[in-house]
Nanobody, 121 residues
Framework: VQLQASGGGSVQAGDSLKLSCVASVRSSYIVGWFRQAPGKDRQFVASINYRGTDIQYANFVKGRFTISRDYDKNTVYLQMNSLKSEDTGVFYC?????????????????WGPGTLVTVSS
């Protein structure tokens, strides 16, 4: 299984972007979005379970980002509004294949290449 993130770009603070995460095959894994700012560790942003009934966000994106999925397209989206300069980084998506903490990167697999988001103030 491979995941491919796309949709990044360079925007101004306050703008919006919509990221996509496409899976090569359909699966029932939780999908998580993570952000890695320059020089920092990868951190949890949001997750969605297979049925879309359990959605979690990091506190720093609540009210600004929305995660959703399209089953027919094997795609999970991350709509990012009111972007801030501190949102700058590479965004990755991955499958949660282990049973540990939701926000721990070690619990995720099938990481694809990330997509770069640059927010200028």
């Amino acid at each position: 299984v491979q995941l491919q993130a796309s949709g990044g770009g360079s925007v101004q603070a306050g703008d919006s972007l919509k990221l996509s995460c496409v899976a090569s095959v359909r699966s029932s894994y939780i999908v998580g979005w993570f952000r890695q700012a320059p020089g920092k560790d990868r951190q949890f942003v949001a997750s969605i379970n297979y049925r879309g009934t359990d959605i979690q966000y990091a506190n720093f994106v609540k009210g600004r980002f929305t995660i959703s999925r399209d089953y027919d397209k094997n795609t999970v989206y991350l709509q990012m509004n009111s972007l801030k300069s501190e949102d700058t980084g590479v965004f990755y998506c991955a499958h949660k294949t282990k049973v540990g903490p939701l926000k721990a990167t070690s619990e995720y697999s099938n990481w694809g290449p990330g997509t770069l988001v640059t927010v200028s103030s």
